[in-house]
């Protein structure tokens, strides 16, 4: 086994029925990131996504059953933890999040000392084209968000993200399963962490569907909100600064 | 109200019957088995027990007694919903943790074996 350097660095990508999308993922994030590993984290698809990313080069650690998108990230960070790297970067298996940003992710986690790093559509100013219920969620959840947080926060949704070791050990405890990206970002902030959000691109989804469909938005954001005010109220986990 | 009464009886001993059964059949464990029981033979005794249920349903402010019953059955349920609840997010915490090992181990296995280079 290889002990990981100071500036350890793996790529994960959670994956669930994505034989189409996987394997370019995997080439881009290879040909932006030249010798960093990249860990494909199948979440029992029923396609080929497991074989395809492996004959893209990745290493895929192929889960029994299907956890939904937080346990399988956290399946990843936990992963990634116990061989002790020091960062990790997520990079969604649908080819939406773009590899050429993984750089600039990597560069701001080493650089500011942040705990998370969000590869954030909105950072700019300008706001992408969404779905008008997404929209509305978003421009709810920053404002909910800005002062639990204390700052504000443009991307709340972004699956985007790079974390460091501390925030590794963090989620290899404790990660929410549904929708984690929000609640991920208060359970940091209980513990005093910091987060930055860098200006990256989005891609139009070119394969399968998202998981969040208009109906599906109502029910997230009940749940979302739930998660986050559960999050706050847990005193016992605050980190003394 | 007699009619009624008597249908929560039959109800109940169906119940205390089911769970009696599946218990024997291990379809149900011994430790989860307890709450139904506690609550078949609960209804069972205040069907059967004008005086016990008028005098609840009298404590309750309710001018019918088999109100009271169906008071008792409600809050005895959703009582044990939320036992089941507590139970069941437990099951899939541990479900999923058991989940991620297994897949971590398979994964230590297969570097083990002479697979590729770890990550």
């Known amino acids: 086994m290889t002990p990981p350097t100071d500036d350890s660095l793996l790529i994960i990508v959670p994956a669930y029925n994505e034989e189409a999308a996987v394997g370019g993922v995997v080439r881009d994030i290879q040909a932006a990131m030249p010798g960093t590993p990249v860990l494909v984290i199948d ?22 059953h299907h956890l939904g998108l937080g346990g ?31 750089p600039k992710i990597f560069e701001a986690l ?6 998370m790093v969000i ?17 509305l969620g978003i421009h709810f959840f920053r404002m909910v968000l800005r002062p639990i947080l204390g700052k504000p926060v443009r991307d709340p949704t972004s699956g985007f993200v790079g974390v460091s070791q501390a925030a590794l050990q963090v989620f290899s405890k404790s990660f929410p399963l549904e929708y984690p990206e ?14 930055v959000e860098v200006p990256c691109r989005m891609h139009p ?13 109502i029910y997230y954001i009940v749940h979302v909100l739930l998660g986050v005010f559960v999050n706050v109220l847990k005193f016992d986990q605050r980190r003394k600064p | 109200m007699d009619r009624l009464l008597n249908v929560m009886t039959i109800f109940s001993g169906v119940l205390l019957l089911f769970v009696l059964i599946s218990v024997r059949r291990a379809h149900i464990r011994v430790e989860y088995s307890v709450s139904w029981l506690l609550a078949a033979a609960a209804l069972l005794i205040l069907s059967r027990s004008r005086g016990m249920l008028e005098a609840a349903a009298h404590r309750l402010g309710l001018s019918y007694p088999p109100l009271a019953l169906l008071l008792v059955i409600g809050c ?6 939320y036992r089941f609840s507590v139970i069941i997010s437990k099951l899939r915490d541990d479900n999923i943790a058991l989940a991620q090992r297994l897949a971590i181990l398979e994964y230590h296995l297969q570097n083990l074996r002479g697979g590729r280079p770890n990550a």
């Open chain 1, 119 to 135: 590869g954030s559509r909105y950072v700019d100013g300008d706001d992408p084209p969404t779905s008008f219920v997404r929209g």
């Open chain 2, 76 to 81: 005895v349920f959703l009582l044990m919903f």
């Open chain 1, 43 to 64: 979440d029992c698809s029923v396609d080929a996504t497991h074989s395809v990313a492996r004959a893209a080069g990745a290493r895929v650690l192929a889960l029994p």
């Open chain 1, 72 to 102: 399988c990230v956290q399946a990843g960070y936990k992963l990634a933890f116990e061989l002790g790297y020091r960062y990790v970067i997520r990079v969604d298996g649908d080819g939406q999040h773009d590899a050429g940003d993984i």
């Open chain 1, 182 to 195: 929000i609640e991920a970002l208060v359970v940091l902030q209980r513990r005093r962490f910091r987060f």
């Open chain 1, 205 to 217: 989804r070119t394969t399968g569907r998202s998981s969040i469909t208009a109906f599906r938005s």
């Open chain 1, 110 to 115: 080493r650089t500011t000392g942040c705990e």
